[in-house]
């Protein structure tokens, strides 16, 4: 140890020894050492020279300090020391001077901390202590299990452990981020273990895990979904609410910039955010109160951030679907209405008013329940005005900020995007018919803007009422019916007049039409308000200065800036030859291309239109829809235009480099395609239709096989029926024979005979009766399947002339006219059947009169008599069987009425019975669950009485409180 205090205490005298000698001293104190405090004691010394020697002990003692934390798990005093070297040599960042004046606060930035301004020779020291940082860390990282060293350290609970653990973590990852994320990513449980240090109850270590995980999720999709699938989202945004929201310290800025780093770019995660219902958890931060005094610097980082995560879930850059979606959301919850209360609201903050303009932008872009929300919001001013014209009156005011007056240009574009409805409620307060003159509109405050001195304010106005005539023709046309009244005794003139004017007179009407802002603005609206108009073509080409104007300008050799207006100037002349529907002979498409060629030059024309793209700040303004400029001076191009310029400049020079032969070419091949595409429609037109139709006979074909089936069982039923008929015919045949030949023979039975031929003579009548009316439905029968036949025919030729569907129905006729035929010799056999029985019924009245005088009186009329009451009793018990029958089948109606009544009782029961077994099942497994919970809550009682036991304390059994009871019950007695 002797050795030791010499190096910490330094020596009296003689020579001294250097820094790096006393490292490799300690070094090989930590290699050789034996015992375990003789290491910490030399792991310690490395600790407090790691600062000051930083390069000597990060090349020397790396090696040695991994293999401590290898072999010297058990002892986390020894852990703690080497962790915090290695953070030493590897950290980056200067510690903070303890001195530090308090002015310093001034120049905090949003994180809180200080912005040093360093000097050239500090700025070469800082880069040199990267480059060792960086240098180190790739030594450190070059075994990836050094890596899974330290994440498994993060398991321990020692303060001392842990927390070195989590800063060496942290820069390691600011030094080699990407590689540091890969060997994380694929380590066991590492992101699990580095997600509990949120949950840890020591502030340090939770905050300090918060950095860490900012700088985890930083660019890495894939560790970004593991960290919100392990609950991140619940945690931080307890976190939030646990802090203050939006009154809480730098914890809350902290965990806003983590939300931000998983929710950026990651639609997996914004849909897992939305999912959630976490979107409704943010409501409450931004309910700002009647007094907005007095904001912190904190609290306006913090409000400022909770901004920008709403705008990651609503971005322009989102899917449209999932941007939808959030937008939706954030309506239902009342988030938006929050927004707007915001907005609304007096003492905000500038900047804060401006992110929330911004925001309230997004949300509402696009969505056309948000657009008609926010149409409605109104400021509490007296009388109410409408958020809008608020907004528009700030944006036309040259004393508000810039990036203010930006935003709301931002939040009128975004009001107008896709929104039709909101387009034509700001052209209608232009219309002569709607203007109220005790109120000031939107329009109003637009063509104010347009007209006023200020030329950001011209630009603004300008590119706001070209949003409103976005996609919109109908908008477009009725723009042409604005007047404006320029001074005291003139005429009005029109909007798209006193944009030309202000363009073609220049210095004549205003000096202001000199400043490229104001023209560039007054260019693109014209450009956007005639664009697939021809009407507003022919208006503007109306004005015979106008052409002559844009010759001249875009002829002429001027500056850099003056080329730029030269070239939306060409822009604007190119589409008058597009959408020019030769309505003035002087102006036709063929005239100006012909002065385009002789003033200008179609070389010249297409490179000063080309030079529009060309432009830096035309670049800048395509890559996003939100305007940001940096100055005033560079607020030239607008998103949408961008699209427009890019959209028309290859059509315009093809049109402009076509001869005139050309044209007509075109204009005969286009009206031949359209008068193609006429017949193509016709044709179209006509097959649907004959589609419909043979879908239609199909349909009736089927039906007519369904009834030419029934019809067949029907007639082979008819012709059975006529075999049976035909069978007891000729019984009855045969047996009148036979009776006949029996009455020549034997004139004593005649009396007999007659009665049972009077009796088959009735039932004969009867059946002749049954033929006829049978022979009447079949010919009913008949005329409805001629009457089918026809109708099927009729059908037919017409089905043939649509399509080739023929074969079917001719073999449905075919069948038609064998049924019918088959029909017909039914119906012959019935006549002749008819016929034979009338002839039979002949001969039998004949013989029955022959044989009535033949016989004798008295005996005959005895016989008579009695074989008269024997066929009556008979007749009348025939009578009683039938009534008797007749009342066994209403007994077994009734009865059967009774069975299905009885049936569905039983049935009634039967569900009745299951659901009565389901309660019970229920109830019994409510009843296990509540046993279960009474005999875990017994047993935790039980415990918990243990411990106190355990503890000391007095702790009464459940017997001895029952026999204290009984005691007092009995002393009660007693008294």
């Not at 018919?433 to 939107?442: K, L």
Request: hydrophobic residues 35%; aromatic residues 4%.
């Amino acid at each position: 140890m002797n050795f030791f205090r010499g190096v910490m205490g330094g020596q009296p005298a003689g020579q001294q020894p250097s820094g790096a000698d006393t490292i490799q001293k300690l070094c090989d104190r930590v290699a050789s050492s034996t015992l375990l405090e003789d290491r910490r004691d030399a792991v310690r010394a490395l600790k407090s020279l790691s600062k000051k020697y930083r390069k000597e002990v990060g090349s020397q003692a790396m090696e040695h300090l991994i293999h401590i934390m290898q072999t010297d798990r058990s002892d986390s005093e020894i852990l703690g020391y080497a962790l915090d070297t290695l953070y030493n040599i590897i950290c980056n960042d200067e510690e903070e001077e303890p001195d530090e004046s308090e002015d310093t606060a001034a120049t905090l930035p949003v994180s809180g901390k200080p912005k040093n301004v360093p000097m050239p020779d500090e700025n070469t020291q800082k880069q040199t202590d990267d480059d060792l940082g960086v240098e180190f860390t790739n030594m450190f990282i070059q075994d990836s299990e050094n890596v899974t060293l330290v994440l498994t350290m993060l398991e321990e609970f020692d303060f001392h452990v842990r927390w070195p653990g989590v800063k060496l973590l942290t820069a390691l990852l600011k030094n080699q981020c990407a590689q540091l994320q890969g060997v994380i990513l694929v380590s066991p449980m590492g992101v699990s273990r580095l997600m509990d240090l949120l949950a840890d109850s020591r502030e340090v270590i939770r905050n300090d895990g918060l950095l860490l995980l900012q700088q985890l999720t930083k660019g890495n999709a894939a560790i970004q979904k593991i960290v919100a699938f392990e609950n991140a989202f619940e945690r931080l945004l307890d976190i939030i609410t646990e802090e203050g929201s939006s009154d809480g310290g730098i914890v809350v800025e902290d965990c806003l910039l983590l939300l931000v780093n998983l929710l950026k770019n990651n639609s997996s995660n914004q849909n897992f955010f939305k999912e959630g219902s976490y979107i409704q958890r943010m409501k409450p931060w931004f309910e700002v109160g009647d007094d907005n005094s007095g904001w912190s610097a904190q609290k306006v980082t913090n409000l400022h951030l909770m901004l920008q995560l709403v705008r990651v879930m609503v971005s322009p850059v989102n899917s449209p679907g999932a941007t939808a979606s959030c937008q939706k959301s954030m309506y239902q919850c009342g988030l938006l209405q929050q927004l707007c209360t915001i907005l609304m609201a007096t003492g905000v903050p500038a900047d804060i008013l401006t992110e929330t303009i911004n925001t309230v932008s997004e949300v509402i872009r696009g969505s056309q329940i948000n657009q008609d929300y926010f149409a409605s919001v109104n400021a509490p001013s007296n009388p109410p005005r409408p958020a809008i014209v608020v907004l528009l009156m700030s944006m036309v005011n040259e004393r508000q900020p810039f990036v203010l007056r930006c935003a709301v240009l931002y939040c009128f574009q975004c009001f107008l995007y896709k929104n039709q409805k909101g387009q034509g409620e700001i052209v209608a307060t232009l219309l002569p018919s709607t203007i109220d003159a005790n109120s000031i509109s939107a329009g109003q405050l637009l063509c104010g803007g347009l007209f006023s001195a200020d030329s950001l304010s011209n630009w603004c106005a300008a590119v706001a009422l070209a949003h409103a005539l976005q996609d919109n023709l109908t908008q477009k046309e009725q723009l042409l019916r604005v007047q404006l009244a320029t001074s005291l005794g003139k005429p009005p003139v029109s909007l798209l007049q006193q944009c030309t004017n202000i363009l073609s007179q220049g210095d004549k009407i205003n000096r202001r039409g000199s400043k490229v802002q104001t023209r560039v603005g007054l260019l693109m609206l014209l450009c956007t308000w005639i664009n697939n108009c021809p009407i507003a073509v022919t208006h503007f080409l109306h004005n015979q200065e106008n052409v002559p104007f844009l010759t001249g300008q875009i002829s002429e050799n001027l500056g850099e800036d003056e080329r730029l207006v030269q070239g939306l100037c060409a822009l604007l002349l190119g589409i008058c030859i597009l959408y020019n529907d030769n309505s003035l002979e002087n102006c036709s498409r063929d005239k100006l291309k012909q002065l385009i060629e002789k003033r200008i030059g179609k070389e010249n024309f297409v490179e000063k239109l080309c030079f529009i793209t060309k432009h830096e700040l035309y670049s800048r303004a395509a890559q996003k829809p939100q305007p940001v400029f940096p100055s005033p001076e560079q607020m030239l191009f607008d998103h949408e235009f961008t699209k427009l310029v890019k959209e028309l400049e290859g059509v315009i020079t093809k049109a402009v480099h076509k001869s005139s032969e050309e044209d007509k070419k075109e204009e005969e091949t286009k009206k031949t395609l359209e008068q193609h595409d006429s017949i193509v429609t016709q044709y179209k037109e006509l097959i649907r239709e004959q589609d419909s139709q043979i879908q239609e006979l199909k349909e009736q074909v089927a039906s007519m096989s369904s009834q030419n089936d029934q019809h067949q069982t029907t007639l082979t039923q008819q012709v059975a029926q006529i075999q049976q008929h035909k069978d007891q015919y000729n019984i009855l045949k045969l047996k009148l024979g036979k009776d006949n030949q029996s009455q020549a023979n034997n004139q004593s039975d005649n009396t007999h005979i007659n009665g049972l031929q009077t009796e088959e003579l009735t039932q004969l009548r009867d059946e002749v009766q049954e033929l006829r009316k049978q022979h009447t439905l079949l010919q009913t029968q008949l005329s409805e399947k001629d009457t089918l036949i026809d109708t099927l025919r009729s059908e037919g030729e017409q089905t043939t002339q649509v399509s080739t569907g023929g074969p079917d129905h001719t073999e449905l006729l075919k069948e038609l006219e064998e049924l019918r035929s088959l029909v017909q010799c039914k119906s012959a056999e019935i006549s002749q059947l008819q016929t034979e029985r009338q002839e039979l019924m002949r001969r039998a009245e004949a013989g029955s009169s022959e044989a009535v005088p033949s016989s004798e009186g008295s005996t005959d009329s005895t016989k008579m008599a009695e074989l008269e009451s024997r066929l009556g009793a008979q007749m009348s018990e025939t009578e009683k069987l039938k009534e008797d029958v007749r009342s066994l089948s209403e007994s077994r109606v009734g009865m059967e009425q009774q069975l299905a009544s009885a049936t569905s009782t039983v049935a009634i029961l039967q569900t009745e019975k299951s659901k009565l077994q389901t309660e019970v099942q229920e109830s019994k497994k409510e009843q296990d669950d509540l046993l279960m919970l009474l005999a875990d809550q017994d047993q935790k009682i039980h415990g918990l009485k243990q411990r106190l036991k355990d503890l000391g304390e007095t702790v009464e059994d459940d017997d001895d409180i029952d026999a204290r009871d009984q005691t007092d019950d009995d002393e009660d007695d007693e008294d």
